[in-house]
Nanobody, 123 residues
Framework: QVQLVESGGGSVQVGGSLRLSCTTSGGTGSRFSMGWFRQAPGKEREGIAHIFSIGRTTYADSVKGRFTISQGNAKNSVYLQMNSLKAEDTAMYYC?????????????????WGQGTRVTSPQ
């Protein structure tokens, strides 16, 4: 069974930066498409960054230009570099992975999910 573990969350002032990490274990070594999602209190979960195929990336408008998703040194690991944090970036952040490495699953259809890491950017 594939497991995902997120780390790097915390509290940072508005305008600051954080880097989240996500590592996978238990897989067969196959490549994954991976993504970052977040859910703020009282709001629906939002997909914010995805990396798939051979390093292709997509971003939600809410984070474009401020957040960067990148592949980690270990296979099927990813980072999310978050710069210029805003109060509205406060949320639980989740990492997700899917064996269909060549695409971004529709409708949040990733097969594997982590437990999340909390990011707080108080005003």
């Amino acid at each position: 069974q594939v497991q995902l573990v997120e780390s790097g969350g915390g509290s940072v002032q508005v305008g600051g930066s954080l880097r989240l990490s996500c590592t996978t274990s238990g897989g067969t070594g196959s490549r994954f498409s991976m993504g970052w999602f977040r859910q703020a209190p009282g709001k629906e979960r939002e997909g914010i960054a995805h990396i798939f195929s051979i390093g292709r990336t997509t971003y939600a408008d809410s984070v474009k230009g401020r957040f960067t998703i990148s592949q980690g040194n270990a296979k099927n690991s990813v980072y999310l570099q978050m710069n210029s944090l805003k109060a509205e970036d406060t949320a639980m952040y989740y990492c997700a992975a899917d064996p269909q490495w060549w695409l971004v699953p529709r409708d949040e259809g990733y097969k594997y999910w982590g437990q999340g890491t909390r990011v707080t950017s108080p005003q």
